[in-house]
């Protein structure tokens, strides 16, 4: 990562990651779009940071009506830890952050298909001789959310039931065929032992018989 150096009011310095944080930075964090159905609460979430700290941080957020910038609420955080005495102008805003974690965020209450479209995030800190950044966050207003189509899932699924389903069947039949076989093989050679034990007992009975019957000289 590039680095460079970050000014403080004392005669220190501070190495500042600015491919990370390059000075006063705003984010509505990873996912920048929300849709949500018409009148239901929505969270428009903003977060603000900085490599030097604040001072006198001002933020506002805004909607963007067709290109009219409409202000929601601004406020002025006069350093790290303070909280912010916020002037809201819309109704049915309210401000949930807190400087203690670098929020700035707003609830949008009861919200209708009007309140669609952008919303701004901007902040502007004295301490970086007022650098600004600005975050936009889009709001989608439906009747109903769209469920996913879990059609596919549920034929992968099933097949693979019928897979493992079929191969536990296989194997049943293959122990119980192998089972069988191993038991016939021991029947038959239990057979052929009976037979060769009866043929030799037959075997000196006659001889016996034989030598009983060959009359003497």
């Known amino acids: 990562a590039f680095l460079s150096l970050c000014p403080l009011p004392s005669l220190h310095t501070c190495w500042c990651d600015t491919q990370d944080v390059g000075g006063l930075e705003v984010s509505t964090g990873k996912v920048s779009t929300l849709e949500a159905i018409n009148g239901s609460t929505v969270l428009l979430p903003c977060t603000y940071s900085s490599c030097i700290g604040i001072k006198n941080l001002y933020f506002n957020w805004h909607y963007d009506d067709n290109g009219t910038m409409i202000k ?25 952050g807190s400087s203690k974690s670098n929020n700035i965020s707003i609830l949008l209450w009861n919200i209708t298909f009007e309140d669609q479209g952008n ?3 901007f902040a502007r800190n004295e301490k970086e001789k007022f650098r600004n950044h600005t975050a936009i966050y889009t709001l989608l207003v439906v009747d109903q959310i769209k469920e996913v189509d879990k059609s596919l899932t549920v034929i992968i699924v ?10 536990i069947i296989f194997m049943v039949i ?10 016939d093989g021991e029947k038959n050679k239990e057979c052929l032992v009976s037979s060769g034990n009866d043929n030799t007992e037959n075997g000196h ?9 060959t009359p003497k000289a």
């Open 119 to 121: 919303y701004l995030c």
């Open 72 to 96: 929601l609420c601004e406020a002025v955080i006069p350093i790290e830890g303070v909280e912010p005495r916020v002037f809201v102008y819309h109704e049915r805003v309210e401000f949930v």
């Open 205 to 213: 009975s006659g001889a016996k018989a034989d030598n009983k019957g």
């Open 174 to 183: 293959k122990g119980l065929v192998v089972h069988f076989l191993l038991n």
């Open 158 to 167: 099933s097949v693979l039931g019928g897979v493992i389903g079929l191969s």
